[in-house]
C-alpha cells in the first residue's frame, strides 16, 4: 500500500499558485518524497524530490514540514497545461522501489 | 533526444496468445521498470532491473516475464495473456535507479479478450 495520503482533487484558478498537500507519517529518516504528474493517460513526469530542505526547480517548489510527515508541492503560476494527476511518493523500506497511490487530479480553471 | 521508447502502443490480443511488449531507452541509464495502470489508480510496478543481467519482481509479477541482455532494452513478456492483464503498461529508465528522476515512455495500451 501507498505510503502517503493526498486529497482526491482539487481546483485551482490559472494564474494562481496551486498548493497540493501530501501526509506521510510514517515516513523515515532516511527516506525522499518524490513527485510526479501524469497528463491524461501520457507517460508520468518527474517534478522534484526531497529530503528535508525545501526544494525548488524550474517546475515547482517543494516544502517538507520540520517533522517531516507531510509535504506540499506549489506550482507557482498554474496554467491550464498543468491540469493532471499528481502523485506523492514515499519509497518502500525493503527495496527502495517507489509505491504509487491515487494521487490528486488537479484541474485549472480558467 | 533522450527517450524511453515502447512498441507497440497499442496491442488487441486474445487468450493464452504470447505477446511482448519492447521499451528501449538512449540514455545509458542502467535501472529499468515495467509498471502497469488500471483505472483510477496509481502505477503499479511489475518487474525492475538494477543493471545488465539483474531483474527483480515487483509488487505484481503474476504472468509477466523480462529480461536484461543489454542495457538500452527490457522487453515486457506475456506468455499466455488473461482478460485481466488488459492494462495501460509503462516502462521506465533512471540513471540513479529508484531514487532517481525516472523518465517514462509514452505507455503502451493492451486489451485481452
Given at each position: 500500500?501507498a505510503?502517503?495520503?493526498?486529497p482526491?482533487s482539487?481546483?485551482?484558478?490559472?494564474?494562481?499558485?496551486?498548493?497540493?498537500?501530501?501526509?506521510?507519517?510514517?515516513i523515515?529518516?532516511n527516506e525522499?518524497v518524490?513527485w510526479y504528474r501524469?497528463?491524461h493517460?501520457?507517460?508520468?513526469?518527474y517534478?522534484?524530490?526531497g529530503?528535508k530542505?525545501?526544494e525548488?526547480?524550474e517546475?515547482?517548489?517543494?516544502?517538507?514540514?520540520e517533522?517531516?510527515?507531510?509535504?506540499?508541492?506549489?506550482l507557482?503560476?498554474?496554467t491550464?497545461?498543468?491540469?493532471?494527476v499528481?502523485?506523492?511518493?514515499v519509497?518502500?523500506?525493503?527495496?527502495?522501489?517507489?509505491?504509487?497511490?491515487?494521487g490528486t487530479?488537479?484541474i485549472?480553471?480558467p | 533526444?533522450a527517450?524511453?521508447t515502447?512498441?507497440?502502443?497499442?496491442?488487441?490480443?486474445v487468450?493464452?496468445?504470447?505477446?511482448t511488449v519492447t521499451?528501449?531507452q538512449n540514455?545509458?541509464?542502467?535501472?529499468?521498470?515495467w509498471?502497469r495502470?488500471?483505472p483510477?489508480l496509481g502505477?503499479?510496478?511489475?518487474?525492475?532491473s538494477?543493471n545488465?543481467e539483474?531483474?527483480d519482481?515487483?509488487?505484481?509479477?503474476?504472468?509477466?516475464?523480462?529480461s536484461?541482455?543489454e542495457k538500452?532494452?527490457?522487453?515486457?513478456?506475456?506468455?499466455s495473456?488473461?482478460?485481466?492483464?488488459?492494462s495501460?503498461?509503462?516502462?521506465a529508465?533512471?540513471?540513479?535507479?529508484?531514487?532517481g528522476?525516472?523518465?517514462?515512455?509514452?505507455?503502451?495500451?493492451l486489451t485481452?479478450?
Open positions: 500500500d505510503k502517503t495520503t493526498q482526491t482539487m481546483d485551482c484558478a490559472e494564474g494562481r499558485a496551486a498548493n497540493l498537500p501530501c501526509n506521510h507519517s510514517t523515515s529518516g525522499y518524490y501524469q497528463i493517460s501520457q507517460g508520468p513526469q517534478i522534484i524530490h529530503l530542505n525545501n525548488t526547480n517546475m515547482a517548489s517543494l516544502i517538507i514540514t517533522d517531516r510527515k507531510s509535504s506540499t508541492l506549489i507557482p503560476h498554474a491550464l497545461r498543468d491540469t493532471a499528481y502523485y506523492c511518493i519509497p518502500m523500506d525493503s527495496n527502495y522501489q517507489l509505491i504509487w497511490g491515487a487530479k488537479l485549472i480553471k | 533526444e527517450q524511453v515502447q512498441n507497440p502502443r497499442y496491442l488487441i490480443t487468450t493464452g496468445k504470447k505477446l521499451c528501449s540514455m545509458n541509464h542502467e535501472y529499468m521498470s509498471y495502470q488500471d483510477g502505477l503499479r510496478q511489475i518487474y525492475y538494477m545488465v539483474v531483474t519482481k515487483g509488487d505484481v509479477p503474476e504472468g509477466y516475464k523480462v536484461r541482455k538500452r532494452n527490457f522487453p515486457l513478456i506475456l506468455e495473456p488473461s482478460p485481466n492483464q488488459t495501460l503498461y509503462f516502462c529508465s533512471s540513471i540513479q535507479g529508484p531514487r528522476e525516472q523518465y517514462f515512455g509514452p505507455g503502451t495500451r485481452v479478450t
